[in-house]
C-alpha cells in the first residue's frame, strides 16, 4: 500500500482496528478465566450461573473495545450493589483491570490500542464500586 | 421485501429494519433484552431456510445447526417460516413397545412415534402422560426408520411421573412426545476433536446417545466417558461400554463409584474429580456434563479453568421438580 493510499484510507474505530465482534469473543474466553483464577477477586464470581457471567463479561468488553452497546451506568451500580456490601473497592476494581491489560497482551493487541481499551474500562470505575 | 410467517401469523420485514423491531410492531411478544446480539433472549428458530450468518453469531454451533439465531441481529434475506424456541413442531403420539430394567431403579423406556420426528441422540424431549403430567427426558438413541426413541427413566422417590412409567406404564400405552430441545448433541465436522463426557446417574443417556452418535459418524478423536454413581446399583450399561472399547481403540470407559463400598474393580472417587483433576489441559475439547446440578456446575468451572473454551461446554442439568427431571 502507498503512503497516500494509506493516508487517505478512513480512520477505522478502536472497535474494527481490535478485530471486532470475533476479538471480543476470544477476549472474553482468556478474560474471565483469568478472573476465575485470580484469588484476589474470584469469591466475588462464585455460585454465578457461568454462561450468564460470560455473557456480561462480553458486554463489558464490547463496551471496553469501543463496540456498539447500550452500557448502563445505573445497572452498572445495580449489578454490584451487593458485591460492593461484601467488600468490593479500588483494589479489587485494580485487580480487574490487571487481568483485562494481560489478557489484550496475551492477544498481542498493540499498547496503544490497550491504552485505549483501558481508559474506557475505567471509565466504569465509580458505578462498578457505588461512588 | 421477504415475509416472515410464525405461527399463523404473516409479517414483512422491510430493507434495513431488524427482524426483532418487525415483530414488535406488529405486537408479537417475542421476548428480548441487550438488542445487541449478546443476551440470546431474542433467540428464535428458522423452520425452513438457513438463517442469515450474522444473526447466528455467538450461538452455540449445534443451535446453529438446528438453524436457531437472533432476531435482534436479523435482517432477513428471503421468506422465512420462525419459531420460538419452545413452540416449533407439532406434538406428535408414541405408543411404549418395550420396557427393560437397565439397573434396579433405572427403566429403558422404548416408544415408537407415529410420524418422523427430527432429533439429535441427547437432546431432551417432553413425555406427556394423558392426563397432561409432562416431564423431559433425554433421548439415548440415534433416530431411527422404524421411529423409535429411546429414554432411561430414573425412580425418584417422590417422582410422580418415574415412579408411573415404572410401576403402572404398559407396554401398547400411549404417551404425548414434543420436539426435541436442547445443545447437549454431537456435531459432525471436526472428527479429530477430543470428547470428554461426564454423566452421574441416568445422565448417561444422552451421552450413551452422544458416544453411538460420534462413534457412528465416524469420530476419530479420543472420545473419554467417565459415568459416576453412588452405588453400584447406578452404574448400567457397564458390559455394553465395555465393548464398545473393545470395538472402537478411541473410545475410553471409566465407571466411578463415590461410595467407600468399592470391591468390583471401579475408579474410586466421584466421577468429575476423576475426570478432570488430573487432566493437565482441556484446551481444544469438547466436553459435555450430564446429570448432578451440583456435579455439572462444578465440572463446567473446572474445564473451563482447565483450558476447555466456554462454547465447548455442553452442560445439561438434571433438575428435580423443573424442567428436566431424571
Known amino acids: 500500500m502507498s503512503e497516500t493510499a494509506e493516508a487517505t484510507t478512513p480512520t477505522l474505530s478502536l472497535f474494527e482496528q481490535l478485530g471486532g465482534a ?72 485494580d485487580a480487574v483491570m490487571e487481568n483485562l491489560t494481560a489478557t489484550l497482551q496475551e492477544l498481542n493487541v498493540p499498547e496503544n490500542l490497550i491504552a485505549q481499551v483501558d481508559a474506557l474500562a475505567e471509565t466504569t470505575r465509580s458505578d462498578v464500586l457505588g461512588k | 421485501m421477504p415475509h416472515i410467517t410464525l405461527g399463523e401469523t404473516q409479517i414483512t420485514c422491510p430493507d434495513g429494519e431488524v427482524l426483532l423491531d418487525s415483530l414488535l410492531k406488529a405486537k408479537l411478544h417475542i421476548p428480548y433484552s441487550c438488542r445487541q446480539g449478546l443476551c440470546q433472549a431474542c433467540m428464535l428458530r428458522s423452520l425452513d431456510v438457513t438463517p442469515p450468518a450474522a444473526a447466528q453469531i455467538g450461538l452455540k454451533d449445534t443451535l446453529q445447526r438446528q438453524n436457531y439465531f437472533l432476531a435482534c441481529r436479523c435482517h432477513p434475506e428471503q421468506d422465512m417460516h420462525i419459531a420460538l424456541p419452545d413452540q416449533h413442531g407439532a406434538a406428535v403420539t408414541a405408543v411404549v413397545i418395550n420396557k427393560q430394567w437397565l439397573a434396579a431403579d433405572i427403566l429403558r423406556l422404548i416408544v415408537q412415534a407415529d410420524s418422523a420426528l427430527s432429533f439429535y441422540a441427547g437432546q431432551f424431549i417432553n413425555l406427556q402422560r394423558t392426563d397432561g403430567l409432562t416431564r423431559s427426558y433425554s433421548i439415548a438413541n440415534l433416530p431411527a426408520p422404524d421411529h423409535t426413541l429411546e429414554f432411561h427413566i430414573r425412580r425418584l ?70 459415568h459416576g454413581s453412588r452405588d453400584p446399583d447406578g452404574l448400567y450399561l457397564v458390559d455394553e461400554l465395555h465393548n464398545l472399547t473393545a470395538t472402537f481403540a478411541n473410545f475410553h470407559y471409566t465407571p466411578c463409584l463415590s461410595s467407600a463400598d468399592n470391591n468390583l474393580g471401579y475408579r474410586q472417587g466421584r466421577a468429575h474429580d476423576l475426570a478432570l483433576t488430573n487432566q493437565k489441559s482441556l484446551k481444544g475439547w469438547r466436553v459435555y456434563l450430564c446429570g448432578h446440578p451440583e456435579m455439572v456446575r462444578e465440572s463446567q468451572r473446572m474445564a473451563y479453568l482447565k483450558g476447555a473454551s466456554l462454547r465447548d461446554i455442553y452442560a445439561d442439568a438434571f433438575v428435580v421438580g423443573g424442567g428436566q427431571m431424571p
Open chain 1, 22 to 93: 470475533a476479538a471480543v469473543d476470544a477476549a472474553v474466553d482468556i478474560f474471565y478465566r483469568k478472573v476465575l483464577e485470580d484469588y484476589r477477586i474470584n469469591r466475588y464470581f462464585s455460585g454465578v450461573d457461568m454462561e450468564q457471567q460470560a455473557a456480561k463479561q462480553k458486554s463489558f468488553l464490547t463496551m471496553a473495545f469501543g463496540g456498539p452497546n447500550n452500557y448502563s451506568g445505573q445497572d452498572m451500580r445495580n449489578a454490584h450493589a451487593r458485591l460492593v456490601k461484601m467488600g468490593l473497592d479500588d483494589s479489587h476494581f
Open chain 2, 157 to 226: 422417590p417422590q417422582g410422580q411421573f418415574s415412579t408411573w412409567a415404572h410401576d403402572e406404564l404398559e407396554v401398547g400405552d400411549t404417551l404425548t412426545l414434543s420436539h426435541a430441545q436442547g445443545s447437549c448433541h454431537y456435531l459432525s465436522g471436526n472428527p479429530a476433536q477430543p470428547l470428554l463426557l461426564i454423566g452421574t446417574g441416568s445422565g448417561l443417556a444422552p451421552l450413551y446417545g452422544i458416544i453411538n452418535d460420534a462413534l457412528n459418524q465416524g469420530h476419530s478423536g479420543d472420545i473419554h466417558l467417565f
